[in-house]
T-cell receptor
Framework: GAGVSQTPSNKVTEKGKYVELRCDPI?????LYWYRQSLGQGPEFLIY????????DSGLPNDRFFAVRPEGSVSTLKIQRTERGDSAVYLC???????????FGPGTRLLVL | AQRVTQPEKLLSVFKGAPVELKCNYS??????LFWYVQYSRQRLQLLLR??SRESIKGFTADLNKGETSFHLKKPFAQEEDSAMYYC??????????????FGQGTRLTINP
């Protein structure tokens, strides 16, 4: 079946602009995670959804970052007033339940100029 | 604090030689440990998790709580094992594993 998908695959924006990154989890997966991977680093946790609610948003770096999952399926990560330091690959993962294996999407590569 | 350390950024071995990728962790309690792998041009995928105690593609990993290590091993490396390997931990399964904490990764290259 279809895996986790993310759009766009690449996004180039200018400093100060607003961006939205989309994640389509595997159908039926209740848990959804966002991670950020900077060059040469491992992925870092941003936020975790169980259903529609953000169960853990402790990884969001500041209030410019926000994520939603209004119907418990697709999620959107929103970044306001982008900064050059936001440049990274943003990964989404989903799992059937919170105890199960996390399956990762291909990521969105964000470049802030 | 939760932390995963992979001391080797790069590791190169010859085909047929044994491989060991090191992973040490810091966690207050009993974490769940994982190895994830990313092959060239592919997405990150689970290789194995401690709780399953499986051997995947000939790889095994033993949790050593005394040394807080979870090293990944394979007795005979194959060229297709060349990839980026990440060690990761989460909270105990009984608490609902939730977020993963990753190490920086080790790039493994198998030379013919």
């Amino acid at each position: 079946g279809a895996g986790v998908s993310q759009t766009p695959s690449n996004k180039v924006t200018e400093k100060g602009k607003y961006v939205e990154l989309r994640c389509d989890p595997i159908s039926g997966h209740t848990a959804l995670y966002w991670y950020r991977q900077s060059l040469g680093q491992g992925p870092e946790f941003l936020i975790y959804f169980q259903g529609t609610g953000a169960a853990d948003d402790s990884g969001l770096p500041n209030d410019r970052f926000f994520a939603v999952r209004p119907e418990g399926s697709v999620s959107t990560l929103k970044i306001q007033r982008t900064e050059r330091g936001d440049s990274a690959v943003y990964l989404c993962a989903s799992s059937l339940t919170r105890e199960e294996t996390q399956y990762f999407g291909p990521g969105t590569r964000l470049l802030v100029l | 604090a939760q932390r995963v350390t992979q001391p080797e950024k790069l590791l190169s071995v010859f085909k047929g030689a044994p491989v060991e990728l090191k992973c040490n962790y810091s966690y207050s309690g009993s974490p769940e440990l994982f190895w994830y792998v990313q092959y060239s041009r592919q997405r990150l995928q689970l290789l194995l998790r401690h709780i399953s105690r499986e051997s995947i593609k000939g790889f095994t990993a033993d949790l050593n709580k005394g040394e807080t290590s979870f090293h990944l091993k394979k007795p005979f490396a194959q060229e297709e094992d060349s990839a980026m390997y990440y060690c990761a931990l989460s909270g105990p399964i009984i608490q609902g594993a939730q977020k993963l904490v990753f190490g920086q990764g080790t790039r493994l290259t198998i030379n013919p």
